[in-house]
């Protein structure tokens, strides 16, 4: 069974930052893309940002510029740098990694921009 653990998150203003960590517990190179996606009150869930096993960084269009996913393979972990943050970005964040036989999600953590 594989575990995400998610942290990072909690309260920042509008234009502040935040680095979201995921913490894997199988390497990350056993999954085919590791990313984040979010959730805010009522609405769909959505990608914010993907990797692939290669390296390959994919971005939802809205985050473009303000977020950056990276990762750190002798940790398995993989991390979420948001910068420019606004109050719409208010949401959970959850890490996800894909695999053939299917998905593995985290717990979420709670991200909040708000002055």
């Known amino acids: 069974q594989v575990q995400l653990v998610e942290s990072g998150g909690g309260l920042v203003q509008p234009g502040g930052s935040l680095r979201l960590s995921c913490a894997s517990s199988?390497?990350?190179?056993?999954?085919?893309?590791m990313g984040w996606y979010r959730q805010a009150p009522g609405k769909q869930r959505e990608l914010v940002a993907a990797i692939t096993t290669g390296g390959r960084a994919n971005y939802a269009d809205s985050m473009k510029g303000r977020f950056t996913i990276s990762r750190d393979t002798a940790k398995n972990t993989v991390f979420l740098q948001m910068n420019s943050l606004k109050p719409e970005d208010t949401a959970v964040y959850y890490c996800?990694?894909?695999?053939?036989?299917?998905?593995?999600w985290g717990q979420g953590t709670q991200v909040t921009v708000s002055s």
């Open positions: 996800n990694a894909k695999t053939y036989a299917g998905d593995y």
């Open positions: 199988r390497t990350i190179f056993s999954f085919n893309v």
